[in-house]
DNA sequence: CTGTTAGCGCTTTCAA
DNA sequence: TTGAAAGCGCTAACAG
């Protein structure tokens, strides 16, 4: 056990007394002391090996610079959460910008309520990021009511929490976008989950406007229901290729589900691009590994936890925020799956 | 802001004193007090909504009641891992079942030092689990003798640190066991990495005794190096679809590494596993979805994590550590890329 | 059974 | 310039 050098001892070896240890060490403004004093201090505490104790120090400062990350996923879900790297990395990378440890506290749903709530009552941290919050979640309110400081990342119309999250209706246009710049026309959709979920609903609704706004008529039978695994998306897809005539083009809300639907065609004669284009929405890592690489949309899990902390940290600091409900962009990543790279290669 | 409720105004409430109110509510042993007092104090708790403050909490008691998880990789390598979330999930979720938060650092390797051992000497956690430990870290050493709680998720030979890692050499003998069993003779392999990282040279240690042990002679001229990525791999497969006779089978030692090299086999008339059997390393998400799903060897990344985290506590907890070393299981895992299923469907 | 009291290690007025 | 002293909120000996 590493004994612990305390303030006291440094100030004793220095021969002054502890005050002036922390004033010197903290580099306190207004305090003038003698560059003798100075350089004796800094030596005793380096030769003491001295490191402040950031538990007392949390005490007497009443913030512990620390912000929580809660996850309300099932353990299977963080298992196969692929972005999660990405937010995490974004979230603990501007949190150490701003002098923020990160804890990660993944909360199971079924673990109700009192699980995370502590973490701010209890004054482990001093705001949380809520990563997929829920609208049946009864302790968010109150705990948002007791004046906790939290960011939410995903949607809650009914509360009124800052969030952070994905444009999925801009995300999806820009997909059918890209489908009716290289000339489709039939373009059939797989959604990436039920319509209860809002990413699943504002991608369809994206892909239903960039329709329209093309003149083009929205034909609910091109539309099928993904189901977030790749199983969901092999069966869409043999629906699809059921009909007559078939659809040109393929926009697959999710590249999880895209992988399923590659599946079912490649037990097809039909090729892709040639045949029928396809298109995807994330950008999950495999996507460049795939045969062939799919096309798809950009999701910034990156900017997503950046953005989360920035917006967290802003709010413990008292700052005032400017949009409470912030939208990342997303971008089109160009490959092989719809065909606009033909006459590049 | 929740202006605090301390326990002095609970104890006011309840008409008893502070002590008595942390007795009760910490539901100390020993101490027999009258069931009217311990419900009067209770229902001032609940009524007053107290929550005992973490902070002074840790002040008294010496400990923090968390770990870190620190990260030695650059974001990048953050990132791309494949294995974050499980390795996050196993040791976060053994933490919180014994009572413990988990902060999460990556520190990249440029940041030299200083950054991760504030971690323990200002004592913000009680111990670390660091994965990706280098032996040029300068200052792993010098915490470790000052005694910081560490376990290491990988390996460092020259230091003697508590360290929890996969069974390399035993999973590379799986694979080619499994290649043995359905015939295969002449088998090549694709390293994951160069042979400086320790896995990748137990992982070819691996596949040269399972050889041996079936009596086939080492051939160098089969091995051929990976280097992380699919590129990598799609060279080396390149190089050993040039040899005459042909390999009859591929160890690929990474599967991000052999989806390169499938990528190579795609672009010949060879099939798999018909005319070249294919067997990964590390069941990454996207084994399954490839075309064809790809036989391999399973990383117990999850076990990581939670062993980790079981050591690390124990560490912490003062309890004797059996083995310091510690080795986990890998597992075939049966797809279809070596053929092993044709008679089954 | 319950209250008094002394800190944990640090920051920070207020004096000297 | 520097030092003395007062807590931050809680736990835990030690009395009563």
Chains 1, 2 share one sequence.
């Not at 380096?46 to 950031?54: I, R, W």
């Not at 009511?145 to 939290?150: K, Q, S």
């Not at 039920?194 to 083009?216: F, H, N, V």
């Not at 910034?300 to 950046?306: C, I, Q, R, Y």
């Amino acid at each position: 056990m590493p004994k612990k050098v305390t303030a006291a001892e440094v100030a004793e070896v220095a021969g002054v007394s502890r005050t002036t240890v922390s004033f010197v060490l903290n580099n306190v403004p207004g305090m003038r002391i003698s560059e003798e004093t100075r350089t004796r201090v800094i030596e005793a505490a380096h030769k003491l090996g001295y490191h402040p104790d950031a538990t007392a120090r949390r005490m007497v400062s009443g913030k512990t610079s620390v912000i929580g990350f809660v996850l309300r996923q099932s353990p299977d879900q963080v298992f196969a959460d692929h972005f999660l790297p990405q937010v995490l990395s974004g979230l603990s990378q501007y949190a150490s910008s701003e002098g923020y440890y990160t804890l990660f506290a993944p909360i199971p749903l079924d673990d109700n309520s009192d699980g995370y709530t502590r973490l701010v009552r209890e004054r482990h941290v001093d705001g949380i990021v809520l990563s997929g919050p829920r609208s049946d979640d009864e302790e968010l309110p109150k705990i948002h009511a007791e004046g906790a400081h939290i960011v939410l990342v995903g949607q809650l119309p009914s509360l009124d929490i800052p969030s952070i999250d994905v444009d999925n209706v801009g995300g999806a246009k820009q997909a059918i976008q890209h489908l009716l710049s290289l000339g489709h026309r039939r373009i059939a959709m797989i959604t990436n989950a039920p319509l209860a979920y809002t990413a699943s609903a504002d991608r369809r609704a994206g892909y239903r406007q960039a329709l329209e706004e093309a003149g083009l008529a929205y034909d609910a039978n091109l539309v099928r229901m993904g189901d977030f695994t790749p199983q969901s998306g092999y069966r869409a897809m043999s629906e699809l290729l059921a009909l007559r005539p078939l659809p040109e083009a393929v926009f697959v809300a999710s590249d999880t589900v895209a992988l399923g639907a590659m599946q079912a065609i490649r037990q097809t004669d039909l090729r892709i691009p040639q045949d029928l284009a396809l298109i995807g929405f994330d950008d999950i890592p495999l996507d460049e590994y795939v045969d062939p690489p799919l096309t798809t949309i950009h999701l910034p899990a990156f900017g997503l936890g950046w953005g989360a902390a920035e917006m967290l940290i802003r709010l413990i600091s008292g700052e005032e925020i400017r949009t409470r409900q912030v939208y990342l962009d997303t971008e089109l990543v160009v490959r092989d799956s719809c065909g606009a790279n033909q006459n590049k290669s």
